[in-house]
């Protein structure tokens, strides 16, 4: 089946260090996406991506870069990880000129 | 400028009908999403509203009102493992066709 898939599932870091999260999907589809859900708060957007060479910061970007390695692949980097960091990290695609996402299983980061 | 409101928890019982409200003001609006998320997991899509009405499927409905800034969520006929959060999401045309989520209602179904 066509899927979203993350790596890690969950990871514990240290504040300071450096992490990658990893998002791969088989969809075939153009747009990708990298959110993180806190408790109370919903999913908020961090970065977006139109197709390989395309970029954009969402509403909480500060602290995260990004990189679109292919159509297929899309990681999210904490340069240097602080506390308030700690939460569920979704990634998401979604087709050209579709509205519907499609979400990942998730990768749960804490950072201590 | 973008709001999106939703009740934080509601609670439920078994075979009952219940309804999560969602409000939003946002410019360049585009569309209504509803998305299921069990505890842990991904979120799963439900309904697209994006013109004004009502549209059903199953025992879930969904219904949007564009110049009340208004949608809601119909659940009939509750089973317990209806028990997760809703998020509504608003697409904004304006913001490269994005969603903007809503905080998510969290409902407890009980026997």
């Known amino acids: 089946d066509a899927d979203v898939t993350q790596t890690p599932r969950n990871r514990i870091t240290k504040t300071g260090k450096r992490i990658m999260l990893e998002c791969s999907q088989t969809k075939g589809h153009d747009r990708m996406y990298w959110y993180r859900q806190d408790p109370g708060l919903g999913l908020q957007l961090i970065y977006y991506s139109f197709d390989v060479k395309d970029i954009n910061k969402g509403e909480i970007s500060d602290g995260y870069s990004v990189s679109r390695q292919a159509q297929a692949k899309f990681s999210l980097s904490l340069e240097s990880a602080i506390p308030n960091q700690t939460a569920l990290y979704f990634c998401?695609?979604?087709?050209?000129?579709?509205?519907?996402?499609?979400f990942g299983p998730g990768t749960r980061l804490t950072v201590l | 400028g973008q709001n999106i409101d939703q009740p934080t928890e509601m609670t439920a019982t078994e075979g009952a009908i219940v309804q999560i409200n969602c409000t939003y003001q946002t410019s360049g609006f585009n569309g209504l999403f509803w998305y299921q998320q069990h505890a842990g997991e991904a979120p799963t899509f439900l309904s697209y509203n994006v013109l004004d009405g009502l549209e059903e499927k199953g025992r879930f409905s969904s219904f949007l009102s564009r110049s009340k800034g208004y949608s809601y969520l119909l659940l009939k006929e509750l089973q317990m493992k209806d028990s997760a959060s809703y998020l509504c999401?608003?697409?904004?045309?304006?913001?490269?066709?994005?969603?903007?989520f809503g905080p998510g209602t969290r409902l407890s179904v009980l026997p």
């Open positions: 999401a608003v697409i904004k045309r304006n913001y490269g066709q994005n969603f903007v």
């Open positions: 998401a695609t979604s087709e050209f000129g579709g509205n519907e996402q499609f």
